[in-house]
């Protein structure tokens, strides 16, 4: 069981800049659809929410504040009074006041979703793991991009995923889908 009162949830990078090149193929064509029913569900409640947003230093970038991708994507911008924390690294919590304004909440669990499961999610689930954060991640609101390897050869999003769920299971974070989580915070 969780306590909702003290269980953040977290959107990681929810932007339009992932549909622009060089993103590429991607997996979980649901992860907007879950990712909308989790957001619906806490507001619903009132419990705490706070959107991270990437915030790329590098001008060309598709994530970059300057570029029209830096933008949330439809049905995940933040509604007024929503806190947004900026970052422009992989982890959530490095250079920033994310951490602080958990703890000054009394948040002791966070449910991370969004973009890219192995990259942004992944890092910030294991630094929330590190600090000591019960952490869930929503495998079923997440996806992540195909990956070339040192060979050049193709590795597919669905596998790039799978590893890096079983890695966060493992040791970091507890690894659950959407009904999982409804059902824990109870509708």
Not at 52 to 70: E, K, W
Not at 164 to 178: D, I, K, S
């Amino acid at each position: 069981m969780i306590d909702p009162q003290r269980t953040a949830l977290i959107p990681i990078d929810v932007q339009r800049g992932f549909d622009y090149p060089p993103w590429g193929p991607r997996n979980n064509p649901r992860m907007e659809a879950n990712g909308q029913r989790l957001l619906q569900l806490w507001r619903a409640k009132g419990l705490p929410l706070i959107h991270v947003r990437h915030d790329s230093i590098i001008d060309a970038s598709t994530l970059h504040p300057s570029h029209p991708g830096n933008a949330f994507r439809p049905g995940f911008e933040p509604l007024a009074g929503e806190a947004v924390v900026g970052k422009s690294v992989n982890a959530a919590f490095i250079g920033t006041d994310l951490d602080l304004r958990l703890r000054r909440r009394g948040i002791d669990t966070l449910v991370l979703f969004g973009i890219s499961t192995d990259m942004c999610v992944s890092t910030t689930a294991r630094v929330a793991s590190n600090l000591g954060y019960r952490t869930l991640v929503i495998a079923d609101a997440c996806f992540c991009f195909d990956l070339v390897d040192a060979d050049g050869s193709v590795i597919a999003a669905d596998a790039v995923s799978r590893a890096h769920l079983a890695t966060l299971r493992a040791e970091f974070a507890e690894v659950m889908n959407v009904d999982e989580i409804v059902a824990m915070i109870g509708v």
